[in-house]
């Protein structure tokens, strides 16, 4: 799932993960979300789905790790946090969900190999991709066969959890059933 800043991903990724389980699949991996402070942001937390363990993606406040505009992000809760929900989820949940892939996650080198392995599991990954990045490991997941990305916009952003959610429902059914 990828689109413009402020369109939706996350939430719609959150409603995603809702309705698999809502069809009793496992779901996990790590959501992202952005922290405000008397309306102004300052920050990213980061969440692991199953355990609920929380830490700072990155913060204005943060006083080691390397900068992306005015943020410093937080390396050893990324390493810990993300990537341990990562492979968590590739050893227990039926589908794994990981937002985002951006910047700021991409410059964990320990992230990036637990994205590999989910990427190169059998499991389902649905994830957010940031807007427009362009790198190897990006460029890579959008160059596989079987990885579909589909953009939010205003026009399909309500009901593309329940399209999301469906194929992915579809597929594992489909795969218990002696697909693959």
């Given at each position: 799932?990828?689109?413009?800043?402020?369109?939706?991903?996350?939430?719609?990724?959150?409603?995603?993960?809702?309705?698999?389980?809502?069809?009793?699949?496992?779901?996990?991996?790590?959501?992202?979300?952005?922290?405000?402070?008397?309306?102004?942001r300052v920050g990213f937390e980061?969440?692991?789905?199953?355990?609920?363990?929380?830490?700072?993606?990155?913060?204005?406040?943060?006083?080691?790790?390397?900068?992306?505009?005015?943020?410093?992000?937080?390396?050893?809760?990324?390493?810990?946090?993300?990537?341990?929900?990562?492979?968590?989820?590739?050893?227990?949940?039926?589908?794994?969900?990981?937002?985002?892939?951006?910047?700021?996650?991409?410059?964990?080198?320990?992230?990036?190999?637990?994205?590999?392995?989910?990427?190169?599991?059998?499991?389902?990954?649905?994830?957010?991709?940031?807007?427009?990045?362009?790198?190897?490991?990006?460029?890579?997941?959008?160059?596989?066969?079987?990885?579909?990305?589909?953009?939010?916009?205003?026009?399909?952003?309500?009901?593309?959890?329940?399209?999301?959610?469906?194929?992915?429902?579809?597929?594992?059914?489909?795969?218990?059933?002696?697909?693959?």
């Open positions: 799932v990828t689109g413009p800043p402020g369109i939706g991903k996350t939430s719609i990724l959150r409603r995603v993960v809702k309705e698999l389980k809502n069809h009793n699949y496992t779901v996990g991996g790590m959501f992202c979300r952005e922290v405000r402070e008397g309306g102004m980061i969440k692991d789905i199953s355990t609920g363990q929380r830490g700072w993606l990155a913060h204005v406040n943060q006083q080691t790790g390397p900068t992306i505009g005015k943020y410093r992000v937080n390396l050893t809760d990324l390493n810990v946090i993300s990537t341990g929900s990562i492979h968590d989820a590739l050893k227990n949940a039926d589908v794994l969900a990981v937002d985002e892939i951006g910047p700021m996650e991409l410059l964990s080198p320990a992230f990036s190999s637990a994205l590999t392995a989910a990427v190169e599991s059998s499991k389902p990954l649905v994830g957010t991709i940031h807007y427009r990045l362009s790198n190897s490991m990006v460029n890579s997941i959008k160059g596989r066969d079987d990885t579909e990305i589909i953009e939010v916009t205003y026009e399909n952003r309500e009901n593309l959890h329940n399209l999301i959610a469906n194929k992915v429902s579809d597929w594992l059914t489909w795969r218990l059933t002696g697909g693959c």
